[in-house]
Structure formats: C-alpha cells, structure tokens
C-alpha cells in the first residue's frame, strides 16, 4: 500500500471515529445556517412534550413571574446547539436556552390602553428587548454556561427570573407569590333600622350580598395603583349593596317613598385583623337599589385571616334634594364575616 493510500485510509478511519463519539449535532461540519450570537426570540406556541439530553424540569412555582397585567409560568429549561425546529445552530462558542411554559397564564387584570407591559433579556450585563412577554417561551443564544436573566416591567415595577435556574430575583413583589384569593364566611349580609334627615323619618332595610364577589389580596389595583409600604389593596369587586327606603309614620310621606340611601363605605365598611388596629374603607359610595360596588382597604403585609365589620351608614338622598347625613333612631345590627384564603 503506498503512503497516499495509507494517508487516506487514515483519514477515512479518524472521521468514523469522530462521528461515533461526537454528535452531528455538535460538529461544526453541518451546513444549518447560524443565529446570531446575540439572537432571542419568543416562542408562541411551545411543544407539548420535548426531548433532550441537555434538558431539566423546572419548579412552575419558582420558575413564574405575575404582575397586574401579566402572568407567566416555565416547567422545562433547556440547552442545545439547535434550536426548537433543528432548522439552525447557535453561533461559535455559543449555545440555545431554551425555556418552554404555560401560555395560557395571565394577569389578574387587562392592559388598558395607558398600560405598559415591556420585557427584556439581559445576558452579560447587555439587555435585549422582546417584542412581548414570553408567555409560552423563549430561545436565548449565550455563551456555553452562562446565565440569561428574565425582566419584565409592568406598571412601572420590574421583576427578574434566571431562565437557567427558573428562580426569581430578589426583585420579585412578594404579594404575588402567596395565596390571594379569599372568600367570606356569609354570602350576605341584611340588616334594617330607622333614620331621620330633613324632617322626615324613613325605615331603611339593607342587605350587602357577596354572592359574586371577587375577594383578594393584591399589590396593584385598577385606580389606586401599587399599595403603599407595608400595605396591600384587599379588594371587593361585584359587591352588591341593596338599600331599601320606606316611609315609617306617614305611608303617604312622598319625600321618602323616593328618598335613596347613599351607603358610605369609609364609615360603613371596616376590616379587622387579631392584634391590629381596624382598618376602614377607601372612600366610594353605593346609592340605592341593587348597586355593584368595589370595596376596598389598604391592610396590612402579610394579611393572613381576618373579619369584615360592617356598621352601615351614610346619607339620605330626599326627592331631589341634597344628601343630607341619616341620622339612626333605630340603628341596623352591625355585622361581622370572617375573610379567610380559599
């Protein structure tokens, strides 16, 4: 066999050496196009199963990030030199992270049009936008090993995820990553009493239903915003508060067959928690029959349990005339729900 054979043979033997103990995958003698070294990109619609050698599952309830308008939640994480469709390999010295989730999660309110919801990726100190929140994913080209860092920004406040570890950063609002939803011991409250204003005496019979009332903790509400240091926005949405107004002596005393009871929930609505100082009400008003009402108090951080006090007052509305404040002859039972998460 002469040399140029041998030499052949040689090289014949090393490539079948090198293609059993290195991947295709990572050999850089495939023709697949290259991403940039500095590419992202958001996946829309993530793969319901995936393999991978390189990949790990995530904690969903360390791995997720919520804020006023947005949610998101990641169970796999993954690092490969192609991406999802295997269609392009990462640049030199480079590698995807790819992280997939739930993009069916969402905020507890919608994006009105003075929203802002931004997203970016900061890889090495160097941010990169996107284009949206990564709800249902992302691909992160980095340097082999390095970290990738997640920051959303809503409402002014941002939040950081490490998309390789799936734990968030000390940036994270506490409020959001403990239970928030409550329920009320009672579906309703009703109560009856006898009120003067104006001259005339009403009987006024009212009822606070919380049916379908929405009951949570929250850190950001619509109209207040974030809750000051300390605090959190308890909030009562869909509350309905039905005040009745009857004449007492005169059946025919047409001032009060059309007088309406304006319930102030500063001073009719309080919240008490073991060991604290009762907390009453933000100002609002609900006046007259059947009113949806939002109800909220600004308590204190960590709210565990606790009980609403309701002590109903307000002004009576005579015919056409100014509110005048109701002044009790016989004053309505006040009334007490526990508030517990559930």
Not at 29 to 47: K, M, Q
Not at 309 to 338: C, D, F, N, Y
């Amino acid at each position: 066999m002469t040399g140029a054979r041998i030499a052949t043979v040689g090289v014949l033997v090393g490539l079948v050496i090198a293609f059993a103990v290195h991947p295709w995958s990572r050999l850089r003698l495939d023709s697949s196009p290259t991403r940039p070294a500095d590419f992202v990109a958001v996946v829309d619609n993530p793969p319901n199963s995936r393999q991978s050698k390189t990949a790990a599952g995530l904690d969903p309830d360390q791995a997720s990030l919520i804020g006023p308008h947005f949610g998101l939640r990641y169970g796999w994480v993954e690092w490969n030199t192609h991406d999802l469709t295997g269609a392009y390999r990462a640049a030199k010295k480079h590698e995807f992270l790819i992280v997939l989730g739930d993009r069916g999660m969402t905020g507890t309110y919608l994006a009105g049009q003075d929203d802002r919801v931004t997203a970016a990726v900061v890889v090495d100190g160097v941010s990169r936008p996107l284009p949206k929140v990564p709800t249902g994913g992302l691909i992160v080209s980095v340097p082999v090993g390095h970290d990738a860092t997640l920051t959303v920004t809503d409402a002014g406040r941002s939040q950081s995820l490490d998309l390789r570890k799936g734990i968030r950063h000390a940036d994270a609002i506490p409020g959001y990553y403990r239970p928030r939803r409550l329920v009320t011991s009672s579906p309703e409250y009703t109560a009856a009493g006898v009120a003067t204003a104006g001259g005339h005496t009403a009987d006024i019979q009212i009822s606070v239903g919380f049916y379908m009332a929405d009951v949570s903790v929250e850190p950001w509400i619509p109209g207040f915003g974030w809750a000051p240091d300390g605090r959190a926005w308890l909030e009562m949405s869909r509350v309905v508060v039905d005040a009745r107004v009857t004449a007492h002596d005169n059946s025919l005393d047409l001032v009060v067959l059309n007088a309406r009871l304006i319930t102030e929930f500063a001073a009719s609505f309080t919240v008490t928690v073991a060991g604290a100082s009762p907390v009453a009400a933000e100002s609002g008003t609900a006046e007259g029959l059947l009113a949806s009402a939002r109800v909220v108090f600004a308590v204190a951080e960590p709210f565990t349990a606790g009980s609403l006090v309701i002590h109903p007052t307000g002004k009576l509305r005579l015919s056409k005339r100014e509110p005048v404040p109701a002044v009790w002859r016989k004053v309505p039972p006040t009334g007490q729900l526990g508030l517990a998460f559930g």
